[in-house]
């Protein structure tokens, strides 16, 4: 069966100081609690990964990178690739995130090259897809989403894409304090595994982990989690609060 997972995604923010201590507090936290089978992923900013990975050594949670590039290696200036990620033995990776799509121009099809670079080096990616307010005021969601799935994800093999985690992003609920209402949630989090089931067949379905994302918070996470196919959820601002962070992934 599925996992539970809660992912924390720190985006651009915090000094080396302040990520050791953010990551100081969490380990506080999580040593008093009982986080049964939900599983801890914390995505830091690149030059905070090899701080993150000794914390998490010791298994309270495991750290993923926020981005990687769609080529293996050489003259990309600035870049980190996925066999960077490999060999500081990180485990998942976000991919195709809304604030990339949207600043940086990525594409569907970047993504898939992403995917696949990642699943090359054996990390799992964290998939994000999601509409923006004007293509759901559209009624368009299912559509946008759709295609997002099947241009970035559905040529991989069923055995690939039992490595892949999804996150559902309404993107008019990032950073915005406006959470979709859990019946949205659960709505498209059945259309997404409906599309799995129809490309993959049940089990694979049945299996995969579709996490919510935007505007999750310690107040709203246990109602969204309660939705039979809504598997966790993939925390921005409140991945930065140790307590808010832990709070949300013992709302299951
Ligand atoms: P938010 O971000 O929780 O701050 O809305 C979620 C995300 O972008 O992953």
Known sequence: MRKH?????????????????????????LEKCNLNKTEL???????????????????????????VNDN???????E????????????????????RRLYY???????????????????????CCGEVLEEREAGKQFEVVERQ???????????????IIIAYEPVWAIGTGKTATPQQAQEMHAFIRGLIRGRYGATTADDTSILYGGSCKPNNAKELFANPDVDGGL??????????FVAIALSF
């Open 235 to 244: 925390i921005g601002g409140a991945s930065l609060k140790a307590d808010d």
């Open 80 to 99: 980190v690739s996925a066999e960077m990620l490999a060999s500081l033995e990180l485990t998942h990776c976000i991919v195709g995130h809304s604030e």
């Open 41 to 67: 992923i914390v995505c830091p900013p690149f030059p905070y990964l090899e701080l993150l990975s000794d914390f998490g050594s010791d298994s309270y949670f495991m750290v993923g990178a926020q981005n």
């Open 5 to 29: 997972i809660v992912a924390g995604n720190w985006k651009m923010n915090l000094t080396f100081d302040q990520a050791n201590e953010l990551a100081e507090q969490l380990m506080d936290a």
């Open 105 to 127: 121009g990525e594409t569907n099809e970047q993504i898939a090259h992403k995917v696949d670079h990642l699943l090359g080096h054996n990390i799992k990616p964290i998939v």
């Open 72 to 78: 293996e290696r050489g003259a990309y200036t600035g």
């Open 149 to 163: 799935l099947k241009e970035g994800l559905f040529h991989l093999s069923e055995r690939a894409f039992g490595n």
